[in-house]
């Protein structure tokens, strides 16, 4: 079967780095838009940033410039780079793939085919 494994959460200090890594198994979906959707206590999930069916990437406004998302297909890797974290960006960062063709960075979670277990990022300030 399909699976998403995330992996790279931590707790980090407000400014620092960290790097996420979702790594697919089984049939993945390449051609289709992959992304990051993150979801803090007491919120709603909330999408982050995608790559679609032609590796464009989207990003929410709030992580713009800080954020990248990545797509190794040969190693059937998904990553998110994060850059100068804040607190507001502590959740429970998750992955997900199958998407449309196309998608934002606001695809929604029922969008998606498949999703990862998540991993936490707690971000102090």
């Known amino acids: 079967r399909v699976q998403l494994v995330e992996s790279g959460g931590g707790s980090v200090q407000a400014g620092g780095s960290l790097r996420l890594s979702c790594a697919a198994s089984?049939?993945?979906?390449?051609?289709?838009?992959m992304g990051w959707i993150r979801q803090a206590p007491g919120k709603e999930r909330e999408g982050v940033a995608t790559?679609?069916?032609?590796?464009?990437?989207d990003y929410a406004d709030s992580v713009k410039g800080r954020f990248s998302i990545s797509l190794n297909r040969t190693e059937n890797t998904l990553y998110l780079q994060m850059n100068s974290l804040k607190p507001d960006d502590t959740a429970m960062y998750y992955c997900a793939a199958g998407g449309p063709y196309y998608c934002s960075y606001d695809c929604r979670w029922d969008e998606y085919t498949y999703w990862g277990q998540g991993t936490q990022v707690t971000v102090s300030s």
């Open positions: 089984g049939y993945t979906y390449d051609s289709y838009t």
């Open positions: 790559i679609d069916g032609d590796s464009n990437t």
